[in-house]
């Protein structure tokens, strides 16, 4: 049995141990000090008593149409799922580390019309200016978050944020990251943060959203491993002891590097009558009759490659390169003009029509190593909507490139919720269609591997689902089919030769008429104190060698559910996740593109089974987490890109203390 299993097994025999000394406590104290913490309350004079429900955010999509808040959150469900790469509800593939590059396992086609990089590699990273969440605090609000300390991820997050005065709240996000990784050049680091703030007139009239976002995330690359037997391979005595293809460290080491800076500013006015629900109190919603808006949003991105030394076991495609340096900078300005209207019975919002319509301008620079280019978009946007009682929600929305580089990209769509009854559940139907141009990567690369200019089509996909819902029985089931002419990917240029000369070119390629059909059934049960979640999602499709996805994705978590005297709550559990095998893509490091090979080899993905805890004693939430525990007995590891493994079995530690009096 290794030392991580016993550190493992240990810490979990620990936190048992805290748990029940904590309970114990909680029960010898709690009479006497709940008698005394209430005469203390009942002797006091004009206190203020603050709480969460003071402290509440929210987020540009909430307030495109009403002025409303959320409470924040303060329980620690999901709090171990620290990892972006590895969220059950939107699992990855990725090269085996945090932070490395990452792309989604399953089939997931993005709505997004017009200009855009096409590099995608890291970025579930990112902060984004339409992340950002605007608050209202009526003292001061700030929360630290830190995972990893002496483990091989160090994350730390820094929340900050209070009112300036009653209608101002000013905030400041900050996050950093250090990992080490298990193979040699597996590091990550990052640095991020926001800069925000919501103002609000006495009147409730005039919105003022601001804020100034940063990122620079910087990803080692090795190339892969040599060893392709490295789980056979009894004479590994350390993995980070496996030699690498790319060796470089300091000055010479290579990696990706993303820069991503933005400024974003709106501003908003409510003309005509006003609906207040809930006056005066903290989830006060404010409801326009009318509404004019302006957004201003500057964004500069720049990505970067790097590498200084021979490539000795053939990480790049044939080439006698020693010093790589691949950049490309965009830098993008929109401006965006809205004007809403809505029509409704004088304070009944039960019964109310929207009409929302929009301009939106985008200028765009793109510069590469070799030449610079200018683009404008102008599109039109509208939206109708009507809500008839709680029971039925219709919209419609339009979203079309009239003039500009990307002229002709239009989006179309309609979803409709209909509420059968409390107990029979929810009904959500969906249709949309959609002209989209290829990706800049896709049409132009000036990089020193990889070169070319291409014109191809804009891809066509029409969509339509069907979901029905019943939160009473724990169950939700979704439908989709996709449709998909010219479906735009990676691949390998083909070798039938096998030219040593060819391997690891990639080109872009286009499919002709692709069909696809997803189904995603989320069933959870609850026994008393015990839960068990599971999510299982199938997808089929007459092309599944180009999507390169599994037809099987299942995520089941088991889990105890316990809360002692409204001070101590405890979850403690074991989730198991599993995908059939399929033909993974493998990763193009100068380009940092997912691409599809002339191989037909499939990885099987055994289950993988994590143990967690989490914890909450009042403000302050804990997890603790064995993941991949299965490999002390089998497997002994796993791939989800070629040539990349994945993380051997580790050990996780993670906290978040909130504060806001």
Do not use: C
């Not at 008698?35 to 307030?63: H, P, Q, W």
């Not at 590469?368 to 009507?386: A, I, R």
């Amino acid at each position: 049995m290794s030392s991580n299993f016993l550190r493992s097994l240990l810490s979990l025999v620990f936190l048992f141990f805290l748990t029940f000394a904590l309970q114990a406590q909680v029960e010898e104290e709690f009479s006497s000090a709940l008698d005394s913490a209430r005469a203390k309350e009942d002797n006091k004079k004009d206190s203020v008593i603050f709480s969460a429900k003071y402290v509440r955010y929210a987020t540009l999509n909430m307030l495109k149409y009403a002025t409303y808040t959320k409470q924040i959150d303060t329980t620690h469900y999901n709090f171990q799922y620290y990892n972006k790469q590895n969220l059950p509800w939107n699992p990855s593939i990725n090269l085996g580390s945090y932070g490395l590059a990452t792309r989604d396992l399953l089939f997931q086609p993005t709505k997004k019309i017009g200009f855009q990089s096409g590099f995608h590699a890291l970025e579930r990273y990112l902060l984004t200016s339409d992340s950002v969440q605007y608050f209202r605090a009526r003292a001061r609000y700030s929360e630290l978050y830190a995972v990893g300390f002496f483990f091989a991820d160090q994350v730390f997050k820094a929340k900050l944020t209070q009112n300036i005065n009653p209608n101002w709240n000013l905030g400041v996000d900050y996050h950093a990251t250090n990992t080490d990784g298990y193979f040699y050049n597996q590091d990550y680091s990052d640095r991020k943060g926001t800069v925000h703030s919501w103002y609000e007139s006495p009147n409730k009239r005039y919105n003022m959203l601001a804020n100034l976002t940063f990122n620079k995330l910087d990803a080692a690359e090795n190339g892969s491993i040599l060893n392709d037997t490295i789980f056979r391979d009894n004479k590994i005595s350390s993995w980070y002891s496996a030699t690498t293809r790319l060796r470089g460290q300091r000055q010479t080491r290579p990696y990706n590097k993303w820069n991503d800076n933005s400024f974003f500013l709106r501003q908003s006015y409510y003309m005509g009558r006003l609906d207040t629900i809930n006056k005066a109190e903290p989830d006060m919603e404010i409801h326009p009759t009318n509404a004019i808006a302006h957004n201003t949003h500057i964004r500069q991105q720049r990505f970067v490659f790097y590498k200084n030394e021979p490539d000795t076991y053939n990480a790049f495609p044939y080439g006698t390169f020693i010093e790589v340096h691949d950049t490309t900078k965009v830098t993008t300005i929109s401006n965006e003009f809205t004007y809403s209207f809505y029509l409704r019975p004088k304070s009944v919002l039960k019964n109310e029509a929207k009409l929302n319509v929009g301009f939106q301008n985008d200028l765009i620079w793109l510069a590469d190593s070799v030449s610079t280019d200018f683009y404008q978009n102008s599109s039109v946007k509208g939206d109708l909507s009507y809500k008839f009682s709680d029971r039925i929600d219709f919209n419609v929305g339009v979203n079309q490139i009239v003039v500009g580089h990307n002229f002709g990209d239009y989006l179309y769509e309609a979803n409709a919720d209909i509420l059968i009854g409390q107990n029979v559940g929810k009904i959500s139907l969906g249709a949309y269609s959609q002209n989209k141009s290829p990706e800049m990567v896709f049409n132009r690369m000036n990089y020193t591997y990889h070169q070319w200019n291409n014109d191809l089509e804009k891809s066509k996909t029409q969509n339509l689902s069907f979901t029905y819902s019943n939160p009473k029985l724990g169950f939700k089931g979704r439908l989709e089919y996709f449709l998909i002419n010219n479906y735009t990917y990676f691949k390998e240029v083909d070798n039938p030769d096998d030219n040593s000369r060819l391997d690891k070119i990639i080109e872009a390629a286009q499919y002709g008429n692709l069909n696809f059909l997803k189904a995603t059934v989320e069933q959870n049960f609850k026994f008393g104190k015990i839960h068990f979640d599971n999510r299982v999602v199938y997808q089929k499709s007459d092309a599944m060698h180009v999507i390169a996805s599994p037809e099987l994705y299942t995520w089941h978590s088991l889990y105890y559910d316990s809360r002692w005297f409204d001070v101590l709550n405890l979850r403690i559990g074991t989730d198991v996740r599993f995908n059939t095998p399929f033909v993974t893509p493998s990763y193009s490091i100068n380009t940092g593109q997912f691409y599809n090979t002339n191989t037909s080899l499939e990885f099987s993905t055994y289950p993988i089974v994590d143990f967690w805890a989490t914890m909450n004693i009042k403000r302050v939430n804990l997890f603790i987490s064995s993941n991949f525990t299965n490999q002390y007995l089998y497997p002994k590891g796993y791939y989800s890109v070629r040539r990349y493994p994945m993380n051997p079995a580790n050990f996780r530690f993670g906290a978040s203390w909130k504060f806001y009096d």
